[in-house]
C-alpha cells in the first residue's frame, strides 16, 4: 500500500497534531488462538491502521500482570506478557509500525505496581521497618491490635484503599496502600529507587524504539498521608486539605518535578520521546502537565465529559485551546477510551425521568456521560443506538478538524456500541466486583473486536475470545464495513486522509456559533460545521469535502457534521 503524506511521521513534533489509535492490546486480534489479543496480531494488523490512517499508536499495558485490573497492575515494566508474546514479538510490532509511518506510545503505570512485583513481594518478605518496605507505603493499623486501617480512605474502585499483610512470622501485620485494586499497592514516590527505576523503564523502551509514553494517573504520585482524613479520594473535592493548602493525594505540585526528571530523560532521545498524561485534574490545573518542561501533553477529557451540545462543545474548546497555547503546549481530544462507555453508546442514552437532576442530565434529559447510568447497570436495549451512532459520527467528524491531537479507541472507527450485556460470570474488571452494588464496570467497551462477519471469535482469533462478543457484532465488522460505503470505518478512513491533506497551523476562527450551529474555520479555508439540533438548516456555502451523514439538497441535517472548503 502506498504511504500517505507522512511529514508527521518525520517531524519532531509529530505529537502537536496526531491521530493515536488506542489499542487494548488483549482484545485487539488473537494470531495463536488462546482467545487473548497478542503482540503478533497487533503486527498482523498493520496493513488495516495504515488503511484507517493514523499516526501513532497508544498501547494499554502488555507487560506480565496477573490482571488484576486488565494489565495496569504491572508485575515487570520491563519485560512482555508471556500470553501476549515475548519482546521480539514487540521488537517486530515496532519495525513494522515504523515501516508504516506509524508511531509507538506505551503506557506507563508509575502509581502503583502490582502485588506480583519483585518489589512488593520482598516488602512483604522483608518486615515491617525495612528498607523494602520504604518503597511502598506501609502503615501500621489503628486499634488495639492494629485491626483497623490507618485511615478510612476508600479506593477508587470501592471498598477500603488499606490492606493488611501477613508478616513472616504468620502474624497479621501492617497496612499497605492501593487506591486502585488490593493488588496494585501504590508506591513511595519520595524513595530514590522508585525514581531511578522508573527513568530506566524509560530509557529501555526509548531505547527498543518507543516514541513516547502515555502516563497513567499522572495526577497521583505523590501524597501526604500525615493527616489520618477520612476523605473522599475524588479530584472534584478540593476542599480536602493535608494541612499543607493542597490535597492529600491528587494534583500536588510536587509531582510536577517527577516530570522536570523525566523530562531530560525524554530529550536525551531524537526526536525527543514524547508524553501524554492521564490526569483527571480541575481545568486550571491541566496546563501544568502539558508544560514542555514537564510531560508536554495532557489529555483533555472535557468533549468527552461534555453534552452533545453546541454550547457546551464552543466552551470547552475555546478554553482548552487558551490554556494549550499559554504553555506552548497542544491540546488533545478524546470521546471514548478503555475506562468509559463508548460515545456512540453514550450519545443514544435514553432520557430517564428518574435520573431527572442527576449530573449529566443534559438537553431533554439525555445525560451521556456514561458513567451516570449504562456503569450503573441501566438497560442497554433502550439505548438508541442510531441516534448514538449519528451524533457519535458528527461529533467525532467536528473533533477531527480541530487543531490539536485526536486520540481515538479501537472500535470505535466502527461506530461499534457498547457490548453492554455481559452475564456477571464473565465480567473481568476489578471495578464491578469491589463495587457490584454501585457500577458495572468497564468491560463493555473491552470486548474484544469484530474483523470479519463470519468464524469464530468475528475474526478477532481462530478460537473465542477472553470477553463474550454479542451477537450484532457481526454488523460492525471490519470486512462488512469495508464493502460499505457509508459505514463509519470509510467515514474514518476518508477524515483521516483529509485530515493529512488539509492538516495547517494551529489556529482556528469561528464563523458561525448560535445555540445550535457550530462552525469554525481553519487557515487554509478547511471548515467543519455541525448541526446540532434535530432540524435540518441550509447548508453553509462551500465546496462539500466530507458529511457525517446524507446530506439532502441544500440541507445541513439535524446531528450532523459537514467539511467544507471556502
Ligand atoms: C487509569 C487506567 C485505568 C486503570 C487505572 C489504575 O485510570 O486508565 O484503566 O484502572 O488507571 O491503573
Ligand atoms: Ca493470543
Redesign the pocket.
Known amino acids: 500500500m502506498p504511504l500517505a503524506s507522512h511529514d508527521v511521521f518525520t517531524a519532531p513534533d509529530w505529537w502537536r497534531q496526531a491521530v493515536v489509535y488506542q489499542i487494548y492490546p488483549r482484545s485487539f486480534a488473537d494470531v495463536n488462538g488462546d482467545g487473548i489479543g497478542d503482540l503478533k496480531g497487533i503486527t498482523s494488523r498493520v496493513p488495516y491502521l495504515q488503511e484507517l490512517g493514523v499516526d501513532a499508536v497508544w498501547l494499554?499495558p502488555f507487560y506480565p500482570s496477573a490482571l488484576a485490573?486488565?494489565g495496569?497492575?504491572v508485575d515487570d515494566y520491563r519485560d512482555v506478557d508471556p500470553r501476549i508474546g515475548t519482546l521480539d514479538d514487540f521488537d517486530e510490532m515496532v519495525a513494522t509500525l515504523h515501516a508504516a509511518h506509524i508511531k509507538v506510545v506505551v503506557d506507563i503505570?508509575p502509581?502503583?505496581s502490582s502485588d506480583r512485583h519483585e518489589w512488593f513481594k520482598a516488602a512483604v518478605a522483608a518486615g515491617k521497618g525495612s528498607p523494602e518496605r520504604d518503597r511502598y507505603i506501609f502503615r501500621d493499623g489503628k486499634g488495639e491490635d492494629g485491626q483497623l486501617p490507618p485511615t478510612a480512605l476508600r479506593s477508587?474502585?470501592g471498598g477500603d484503599a488499606w490492606h493488611r499483610v501477613t508478616e513472616p512470622d504468620g502474624s497479621p501485620g501492617q497496612w499497605y496502600l492501593h487506591l486502585?485494586a488490593k493488588e496494585?499497592p501504590d508506591f513511595n514516590w519520595d524513595h530514590p529507587d522508585v525514581h531511578a527505576d522508573f527513568l530506566a523503564t524509560l530509557r529501555f523502551w526509548s531505547d527498543r524504539g518507543v516514541d513516547g509514553f502515555r502516563v497513567?494517573?499522572a495526577h497521583g504520585l505523590k501524597k501526604n498521608l500525615d493527616r489520618p482524613f477520612d476523605a473522599m479520594i475524588r479530584v472534584d473535592d478540593g476542599v480536602v486539605d493535608a494541612g499543607d493548602g493542597q490535597h492529600p493525594l491528587w494534583d500536588r505540585d510536587e509531582v510536577q518535578d517527577i516530570y522536570a526528571e523525566w523530562r531530560t530523560v525524554f530529550n536525551e532521545y531524537d526526536p525527543p520521546r514524547t508524553a501524554v498524561a492521564?490526569a483527571w485534574v480541575q481545568p486550571h490545573r491541566q496546563a501544568r502537565y502539558s508544560s514542555p518542561a514537564g510531560l508536554g501533553q495532557t489529555f483533555n477529557f472535557d468533549l468527552l465529559r461534555a453534552d452533545f451540545s453546541a454550547d457546551d462543545f464552543h466552551e470547552v474548546i475555546d478554553r482548552n485551546l487558551k490554556a494549550a497555547a499559554e504553555v506552548g503546549g497542544s491540546t488533545t481530544w478524546v470521546f471514548s477510551?478503555?475506562?468509559v462507555v463508548r460515545h456512540a453508546t453514550r450519545y443514544g442514552l435514553p432520557p430517564v425521568p428518574a435520573r431527572a437532576g442527576a449530573p449529566g442530565a443534559g438537553e431533554a434529559g439525555r445525560g451521556n456521560d456514561g458513567k451516570q447510568w449504562l456503569l450503573e447497570g441501566g438497560d442497554p436495549a433502550e439505548v438508541d443506538a442510531e441516534r448514538g451512532l449519528r451524533r457519535a459520527r458528527a461529533a467525532t467528524l467536528f473533533m477531527l478538524a480541530l487543531p490539536g491531537s485526536a486520540y481515538l479507541y479501537q472500535g470505535e472507527e466502527l461506530g461499534l456500541q457498547e457490548a453492554g450485556q455481559i452475564p456477571d460470570a464473565a465480567r473481568q474488571d476489578?471495578?464491578f466486583f469491589r463495587n457490584r452494588e454501585i457500577e458495572i464496570g468497564?468491560d463493555g467497551c473491552r470486548v474484544p473486536l469484530p474483523w470479519t462477519r463470519e468464524g469464530s471469535s468475528f475474526g478477532f482469533g481462530p478460537d473465542g475470545a477472553h470477553l463474550p462478543q454479542p451477537s450484532w457484532y457481526a454488523d460492525y465488522a471490519v470486512d462488512v464495513e469495508s464493502a460499505d460505503p457509508a459505514s463509519t470505518l470509510n467515514l474514518y478512513r476518508r477524515a483521516l486522509a483529509l485530515r493529512h491533506e488539509l492538516e495547517c497551523a494551529e489556529a482556528l476562527e469561528w464563523w458561525e456559533v448560535s445555540t445550535s450551529v457550530l462552525g469554525f474555520a481553519r487557515p487554509n479555508g478547511w471548515c467543519a460545521v455541525t448541526n446540532f439540533g434535530t432540524d435540518p438548516i441550509p447548508l453553509p456555502e462551500g465546496e462539500v469535502l466530507l458529511a457525517s451523514g446524507q446530506l439532502a439538497a441544500g440541507e445541513l441535517p439535524g446531528e450532523t457534521t459537514v467539511w467544507l472548503r471556502r
Open positions: 494499554s485490573d486488565g495496569y497492575d503505570v502509581n502503583h477508587i474502585f486502585f496494585q497513567d494517573v492521564e477510551n478503555h475506562d476489578p471495578a468497564r
